[in-house]
């Protein structure tokens, strides 16, 4: 893997990698034993690691992370004191597409955790149309109890999964997994948002064209405004003023 200077943001460093080379580690880590998950950050996952050290922490830790959004992306190119340029974005749905595909070609067994029971049930059904030879181990929705985590590892154990998608949305994904992502038995895990909705079809992601100019925002306002107005609108100004702290910190750390 090309070895390039990895940004840090709210004390996360993100690997400096594409999707190729995210892929290809992945890959590796289905073939040896131990749980490893990936993490994804975006503007508002690292607003939120800002203002919560349980959150930052636990995203810190996570054995890769990776930029979610073009937004991260090109304010590491803008603001060379972060301490890195991201050759690109690397979001969880690629991720996941990617390592379905994996997993299909070495017969390796996915679960699906999260979202309602009829959209992972949904979600099951369309992977197995389009991954005939695909063993979806298991799926289970996300409206559980904390008090039934370790059943429902326990249950992911029992299913034999290798390789495990959370859609519990942030940060309660990524949260479980550092809790009980080991207990689940999978070597690999990654939590993936809201994609097990978009997988069921009933919501649609953004055109290539509006991914690759970081318009995905605007076009799942454009789908949910009343739910995303404020996260998008409020947010996309305070990721701003984040990055202005991030610049001050930077700044303050070179001087020192």
Do not use: H, K
């Not at 994804?40 to 607003?47: D, F, H, K, R, S």
Request: aromatic share 10%; glycine share 8%; hydrophobic share 50%.
């Amino acid at each position: 893997m090309t070895a390039r200077p990895s940004p840090t943001l709210a004390g996360i460093p993100v690997a400096n990698v594409t999707l190729d080379e995210a892929t290809a580690r992945i890959a590796d880590w289905l073939e040896q034993p131990g749980f490893r998950r990936m993490a994804v950050v975006n503007a508002a996952i690292l607003l939120d690691a800002e203002r919560d050290d349980a959150f930052r922490a636990t995203l810190a830790a996570a054995d890769l992370v990776t930029a979610d959004g073009m937004a991260v992306v090109w304010a590491t190119r803008w603001l060379s004191r972060l301490g890195g340029r991201l050759a690109e974005r690397v979001a969880a749905p690629d991720v996941m597409e990617a390592v379905l595909a994996q997993c299909e070609r070495r017969g390796y067994r996915v679960y699906l955790l999260g979202a309602t029971a009829e959209a992972v049930a949904a979600a099951g059904d369309r992977l197995r149309q389009r991954f005939p030879r695909l063993a979806v181990a298991g799926e289970r929705d996300g409206y559980f109890a904390e008090a039934d985590s370790a059943a429902v590892a326990a249950a992911i154990r029992a299913a034999r999964a290798d390789a495990l998608f959370v859609a519990l949305g942030s940060p309660r994904q990524e949260l479980w997994l550092a809790r009980y992502g080991a207990q689940t038995g999978a070597r690999f895990a990654l939590g993936v948002g809201g994609y097990f909705d978009v997988l069921a079809g009933r919501r649609r992601r953004a055109p290539r064209w509006m991914q690759a100019s970081g318009l995905e925002w605007a076009f799942r306002l454009a789908q949910e405004p009343r739910r995303l107005w404020r996260r998008y609108l409020v947010g996309n100004a305070a990721f701003l003023c984040f990055l202005a702290r991030e610049w001050r910190r930077a700044s303050e750390r070179m001087r020192a």
